[in-house]
């Protein structure tokens, strides 16, 4: 069922855009043209709460002339930060998004908000001078709803010149988003422009019109692209907790106007909660699959209040390809899914049956995770399968990548995967198949995990089957990433101790290969990336299954 129910979703994904582009070309092309020019804004009417976490030392900081941005601190030094040299693509845009204008509210301070006005003035008066990074639609969708989140800061006091400069920067940009909406093929980007052009058809005077277009074709991509379990088409979760952050205050602003929202866009919010409770570990963080770095765990809170249906996640996501098991204190949360469509696919990862589990708050199997901002050359590097809690044969990755201008897509991976549930006397098992090796190799992998009653016990089966297997002559290797808080030695008896900084500790073991001690890292911390271990399993008779276990060490 699981490994249908993918297919039947991203079949449809892909025929509602082929619809999209040929059967509503006509009427769309129609109103692409209509010129901006006709939409004259007027005044701010309404400001959309931003529930993004804020921090109003940081005003102190901007003040100063330093700007710390994607993990890089920039000094000023009495300069324009527009005029420095950007230390990294993630920095600049960062900057260029004015995310960063929520802590100079949250400050709400007269030497913040004169602050404020200061830097957004210096960056409208630039115009057309602005870097191409400042251009970028995802930068662009950023910024329009910052300025019309922060628009009564920004605004309170203002003189007719700035009040005027302002409106225009949000025409400019609802201009150029709109323009990116008809051309990008990237799912994300078309869902930012739309809520950002439908927030500012709700918020400002004279701009009525673009929240009839896009509001309907908002809740129109909803439908589209957040599939029946909760999850998105891309299979990124950090999708799922910025819609949901964008979508929760375009609902509200909704409400202030006493407009009822579309139906897609409250039907989205609906399922998307559940998906991202099903996605979540107990110490609130959200499992490292297909893009996702470090969790906010406060913006997670606050989501999940501002929509508390009063129920828990769901175990089984058939459509965006998930499994969540539970027993005891242990949660298993796994990636049963193909990799997602071309356009879709722009930060998935070859982490088909890759895993994370936790036992209470403590985390001991994840993936390595990403950065919210990296090179471009780490991003690939942590979105092979060597990279996960996973199973890779010959050292490669179950996805082939290909560069598509600044992005790295997938062109090939796994497409045929399933996935099936049942409890036996053992405890919880799922067993799994993907096809990602079979072109290169003629072989298909099965994982089978086993999570017993208790939770006091994790257990591992590895195989793979198929054409090519009397001519395999490379070896299977099962790694196994730990959190950077659980110490991992080998014992006199070749089975691994993993002591937790609370908690019992664990022991892994194999009877089918010597388990091995390899570095590590942890990209997906607050703090940056954390060295840590992980736990590798080499296999080179492929016809045997390659067994394991990890038990909880009784107390003395």
């Known amino acids: 069922m699981s490994g249908m129910g993918v297919r039947i979703a991203q079949l449809r994904w892909k025929l509602d855009a082929s619809r999209r582009a040929a059967g509503l070309a006509l009427t769309r092309i129609g109103r692409a043209f209509t010129p901006t020019s006709r ?108 300025l019309l989140a922060q628009s009564p800061m920004m605004l309170e006091g203002a003189d007719h010149d700035f009040y005027t400069r302002y409106l225009a920067g949000v025409r400019q940009d609802a201009r150029l988003l709109r323009d990116a909406r008809r051309r990008t093929d990237d799912p994300v980007i078309r869902l930012a422009a739309s809520v950002a052009l439908t927030q500012v058809g709700l918020c400002v005077e004279g701009a009525e019109r673009l929240e009839r277009r896009f509001g309907l074709d908002l809740s129109d991509l909803l439908d589209e692209q957040v599939l029946a379990d909760g999850g998105h088409v891309t299979r990124n979760p950090r999708v799922l907790v910025d819609l949901m ?80 098991l539970e027993a005891g204190d242990s949660v298993l949360i796994v990636d049963s ?22 036992h209470g708050r403590q985390r001991i199997f994840v993936n390595c995770g990403v950065p919210r901002q990296a090179t471009a050359e780490l991003r690939v590097e942590l979105r092979a399968t ?67 009653r208790d939770g006091a016990l994790l257990m591992g089966t590895e195989q793979v089957r198929g ?9 299977l290797t099962a790694r196994f990433h730990l959190h950077p808080s659980v110490r991992a030695e080998i014992a006199a008896s070749g089975v691994v101790i993993l002591s937790p900084p609370r908690g019992r500790a664990w022991r892994f073991s194999s009877p089918d290969a010597a388990p091995m001690l390899e570095d590590s890292a942890f990209f997906a911390g607050i703090d940056g990336a954390r060295r840590t271990q992980q736990i590798v399993l080499t296999a080179q008779d492929l016809a045997k299954a390659l067994r394991w276990r990890l038990d909880q060490v009784e107390d003395a």
């Not at 090519?468 to 002559?473: E, F, N, T, V």
């Open 39 to 146: 939409v004259r804004l007027v005044q701010f009417l309404f400001a959309p709460p931003d529930l993004r976490t804020s921090d109003p030392t940081v005003a102190a900081d901007i003040y100063a002339g330093q700007f710390v941005f994607a993990g890089r601190a920039v000094a000023t030094n009495g300069l324009s930060p527009y005029d420095v040299e950007p230390p990294s693509a993630g920095w600049a845009e960062a900057l260029y998004g004015f995310g960063w204008l929520r802590h100079l509210q949250a400050a709400n301070t007269a030497l913040a908000r004169n602050n404020a006005r200061t830097l957004v003035s210096d960056f409208l008066r630039r115009g057309r001078s602005l870097p191409p990074v400042a251009r970028k639609p995802a930068v662009a969708a950023r910024r329009l709803m910052a």
């Open 337 to 358: 899914g193909p990799a997602p469509p071309f356009a879709a696919s722009g930060e998935a990862m070859a982490g088909c049956q890759s895993f994370e589990f936790s």
């Open 467 to 475: 054409r090519g297997l009397a001519a395999a002559d490379k070896a």
């Open 386 to 452: 060597a990279a996960h809690t996973a199973v890779s044969y010959a050292d490669t990755s179950s996805c082939r990548f290909i560069r598509r201008g600044d992005e790295t897509r997938i062109l090939s991976g796994p497409r045929q995967v399933t996935a099936s549930r049942a409890m036996t006397e053992a405890g919880d098992t799922l067993s799994m198949t993907h096809d990602g090796y079979q072109a290169a190799f003629g072989l298909e992998t099965l994982r089978e995990l086993v999570l017993s």
């Open 245 to 324: 952050l964008d979508l929760l205050p375009l609902r509200s602003t909704y409400a202030a106007r006493g407009m009822e929202a579309p139906r897609g866009i409250v039907s989205a919010i609906d399922r998307l909660a559940p998906h991202l409770r099903m996605l979540r570990h107990p110490d609130g963080s959200i499992a490292l699959f297909n893009g996702m770095g470090a969790s906010q765990v406060d913006a997670l809170a606050t989501i999940f209040a501002s929509h508390d249906t009063g129920g828990r996640g769901a175990l089984d996501a058939p459509y965006s390809g998930y499994q969540r």
